[in-house]
């Protein structure tokens, strides 16, 4: 079985930083796409960052220009540094892994969730 392990989340003031980090264990197909989602109280759960195994990356609008995604393919690892931090990205942040057993139809596993939140 496919298991993702979060850690990194907490308080954060209103402009601090942190970095999230996510690790799968099990086997685990090459073509594949590892991110995070967050979801607040109330909202849905959407789409933050994701990264192909190739390296390409996907960012909501956002956040755009405060996170950063990265992985590390040999650790099956993916991060993410979370910087100028806001009151509205207070939210259970979600690591996601997607596997492309097929084209087109990825098959999803999920984390257990990480507490961010920020104060003023």
């Known amino acids: 079985q496919v298991q993702l392990v979060e850690s990194g989340g907490g308080l954060v003031q209103a402009g601090g930083s942190l970095r999230l980090s996510c690790t799968a264990s099990g086997s685990i197909f090459s073509i594949n796409a590892m991110g995070w989602y967050r979801q607040a109280p109330g909202k849905q759960r959407e789409l933050v960052a994701s990264?192909?195994?190739?390296?390409?990356?996907n960012y909501a609008d956002s956040v755009t220009d405060r996170f950063t995604i990265s992985r590390d393919n040999a650790k099956n690892a993916v991060y993410l540094q979370i910087n100028s931090l806001k009151l509205e990205d207070t939210a259970v942040y979600y690591c996601n892994l997607k596997v492309y057993y097929s084209p087109g139809n990825p098959y999803n596993y999920w984390g257990q969730g990480t507490q961010v939140t920020v104060s003023s």
């Open positions: 990264i192909t195994n190739g390296g390409s990356t």
